[in-house]
């Protein structure tokens, strides 16, 4: 493992060990604890009491985050006929059919997130080993394969704050809420966005703690682990 520098071994030295911060502190911590020239992801990884393998313990969703994530979301839309110039008007970056099938096929990937109308996921649907593994297929679950009536809400909410989340393989759900750059109070309010959709999206076939434990880090700082109650009563 490659060791790390003296300036994160700094900001790791200013934790309290054994500690949970509120979801303020923590954030006031990792503004501190910022050694970088630039504008760091807030993140956090949530570790679920759920089975990944079971069907009934699944979670995916997405959160509405009123402060957005602090960067400019490039939107491609697969959308044909009436429903692509919907698209166009509503200000996807990118809108087309079998032409942006060809050219994600052919390696070009210079977006940050998808749509699609339903008639177009059979031709879609050949980019699953390609999208799926960025976590760039749209999906009805997460609200990304939707009827051209409802383009113009989807692509004004991906611009402005939407953010995608889902069950890894570990049990661990990881999104990001916003930059380093914003104010406390933002990114407590884009947490309790977060933290709200979650609770909601609690599965049937969920057993015991849905939520073991959160953890809150930055792009390239330490992780603070967030104390548990108050960080589920923003959900409230």
Do not use: C
């Amino acid at each position: 493992m490659t060791p790390h520098g003296k300036k994160y071994n700094a900001a790791v030295a200013a934790l309290e060990k054994n500690r949970s911060y509120s979801p303020a502190e923590a954030i006031e911590l990792a503004k501190k604890a910022s050694y970088v020239a630039f504008d760091e992801t807030v993140e956090l990884h949530m570790k679920m009491g759920l089975n990944p393998r079971s069907a009934d313990q699944q979670v995916r969703g997405v959160a509405l985050l009123p402060h957005g994530l602090g960067k400019q979301v490039r939107v491609l839309v697969f959308a044909q006929g009436p429903a692509a110039k919907t698209a166009m008007d509503a200000g996807a970056d990118y809108v087309g059919a079998d032409d942006l099938v060809k050219q994600i096929e052919d390696g070009w990937l210079e977006f940050d997130t998808t749509i699609a109308t339903p008639d177009m996921m059979p031709k879609v649907a050949k980019l699953g080993k390609i999208l799926g593994r960025r976590g760039l297929m749209p999906n009805p679950k997460s609200g990304t394969v939707i009827p051209p009536e409802d383009l113009p809400r989807a692509i004004g909410e991906a611009r402005t704050g939407r953010v995608e989340y889902r069950l890894d393989r570990t049990a661990i759900i990881h999104l990001a809420i916003g930059k380093i750059s914003f104010e406390t109070e933002k990114l407590v309010e884009n947490l309790a966005a977060v933290m709200e959709a979650i609770v909601k999206a609690r599965p049937s076939g969920a057993k015991g703690q849905y939520i073991r434990s959160i953890t809150l880090t930055t792009t390239m700082g330490p992780g603070f682990k967030l104390d548990l109650r108050s960080t589920l009563n923003l959900a409230d």
